[in-house]
């Protein structure tokens, strides 16, 4: 009979003992001497793979803390915050500590957050690291209340947010705001084809509408201050139309008529809101991009529009199904 191998992590017939013992000793702790001894790859001369060039962006994303914010009218309070963290990567670097970009975040953990709270962490981070250029973005779902049209309810309507701070190499820290606009779009061809419907035939139709969805992005001028709630006054005012929370049958009504006074095409939604935000001296630049969620078509109708600043939005999104609301 054939004798059966030894196994490395296992016991065989015979309580054979493997050839490694595994065991976690909770009770060992570690000393600064026993620290300075780990293995850096850092200090590797082997270890980079593939070409040898710089990476534009490399970090971490979706890590998750609570942070204090403050509204813009009120006392702070505390929202999950998702969290995603890139430095440049020069091509003679090996990589980073991506701890370090998480830490970042709890050394300043009691502070309030705000866009300037974002730029002393990311220079804190540079201090720490070889890199040149470095962008933290910080998501929220953000609540703000919300009356209803005629009956005098309220409700808590739920944003999705996101503070980005970059800091280039030559020490330019720029602020972006971006902020999710969900409302209601009805079709002005739908409109006039129902009321011809109507008036010529006598034939009771419905124009179609549809839940919608802008994604505003805004670089806030420097030296200027914007909050989550002045973006949302410059939406609503552009575009009228916002979901309701909480209704009776006269918000409904109300809101019935709301959508017949501004009917909107998906190119109409991204001028009102370009004529909106261009009119503020705080935003130095802008894109917008829409979604209409057709119910005529199984497809959707997207539009996208920038204010055009050298150096800034370019117009560049093609992302429509993060629109899907």
Same mark, same amino acid.
């Given at each position: 009979m054939k004798t059966k191998s030894k196994l490395y992590l296992h016991r065989t017939a015979g309580k054979v003992a493997p050839r490694i013992a595994r065991g976690y000793d909770p009770r060992f702790k570690v000393t600064s001497a026993y620290r300075a001894e780990l293995p850096d790859l850092m200090h590797a001369v082997d270890s980079i793979q593939g070409a040898?060039?710089?990476?534009?962006?490399? =970090?971490?994303?979706? %890590?998750?803390l609570p942070v204090r914010v403050r509204a813009k009218r009120?006392?702070?309070?505390?929202?999950?915050?998702?969290?995603?963290?890139?430095?440049?990567?020069?091509?003679?670097?090996? =990589? !980073?500590?991506?701890?370090? !970009?998480?830490?970042? %975040?709890? $050394?300043?953990?009691? =502070?309030v957050f705000t866009l300037e709270w974002l730029g002393r962490i990311l220079r804190a981070y540079l201090r720490? !690291?070889?890199?040149? $250029?470095?962008?933290?973005?910080?998501?929220?779902?953000?609540?703000?209340?919300?009356?209803?049209?005629?009956? =005098?309810?309220?409700?808590?309507?739920?944003y999705q947010v996101a503070f980005e701070g970059v800091l280039t190499h030559t020490g330019r820290y720029r602020r972006f705001l971006h902020f999710d606009f969900v409302y209601s779009s009805a079709c002005p061809c739908s409109a006039e084809l129902a009321e011809h419907a109507r008036a010529g035939r006598g034939v009771y139709s419905i124009p179609h509408s549809q839940r919608s969805k802008a994604r505003v992005s805004v670089e806030i001028a420097p030296g200027r201050r914007l909050a989550v709630e002045d973006l949302h006054a410059h939406c609503l005012r552009a575009l009228r139309t916002e979901t309701q929370v909480m209704v009776k049958r006269e918000d409904e009504q109300a809101f019935a008529e709301l959508n017949g006074a501004y009917i909107k095409f998906v190119e109409d939604a991204a001028r009102l809101l370009y004529h909106e935000l261009n009119r503020d001296p705080r935003i130095r630049d802008f894109q917008v991009a829409c979604a209409h969620l057709e119910s005529l078509h199984s497809h959707d109708a997207v539009s996208v529009i920038c204010k055009g600043v050298p150096g800034g939005f370019t117009g560049d999104f093609m992302d429509f199904g993060q629109l899907v609301c």
């Open positions: 040898k060039v710089p990476i534009q962006h490399v =970090g971490v994303a979706n %890590f998750r009120g006392a702070a309070f505390a929202l999950e915050a998702r969290v995603t963290g890139t430095v440049s990567l020069e091509a003679e670097l090996k =990589g !980073i500590n991506m701890s370090r !970009i998480v830490r970042s %975040f709890y $050394d300043h953990k009691h =502070g720490r !690291i070889r890199s040149k $250029d470095a962008r933290l973005k910080v998501a929220f779902s953000w609540p703000l209340r919300q009356r209803s049209l005629r009956s =005098g309810l309220e409700g808590w309507q739920y």
